[in-house]
């Protein structure tokens, strides 16, 4: 069976975050982990950087694509993105949503980006 070229990237804007949850590598890791076996992805690897003064980055690298955070304690701010393809593309909006409930921001803005044919977009070579 062929591989099915299509996927779902969701970018995700959370504001007014607990500043001391976005500067916290364990719970933020914690929290992407769950989200990513809750949506019934495959997580390969996960990987995380403490920075400082402050703020954090998270990296899953998953059987069906990616997932990341990163965050700006000082405003309040998480970057989510995470991308799904092949049969788990929906995942990718589930993550998101379980990354909100996690999370508790008080400002959402999400988007999310169709890509390979589910976009009904033709490929071409260069």
């Not at 059987?63 to 995942?91: Q, R």
Request: hydrophobic share 45%.
């Amino acid at each position: 069976m062929a591989a099915e070229f299509s996927g779902r990237h969701v970018l995700a804007e959370f504001g007014g975050v607990d500043p001391a949850l976005c500067d916290d590598l364990g719970r933020l890791e914690a929290a992407l982990r769950h989200a990513l076996t809750a949506a019934g992805v495959t997580v390969c690897d996960v990987v995380g950087k403490q920075f400082e003064p402050h703020g954090v980055t998270v990296l899953a690298l998953l059987a069906e694509s990616h997932a990341s955070l990163h965050t700006y304690p000082e405003t309040g701010d998480i970057f989510v993105d995470v991308f799904t393809c092949g049969g788990a593309a929906d995942s990718a909006g589930t993550v998101a949503e379980l990354l909100r409930v996690a999370l508790a921001p008080e400002h959402v803005r999400i988007s999310t980006v169709l890509r390979g044919r589910a976009a009904g977009g033709q490929t071409s070579s260069m």
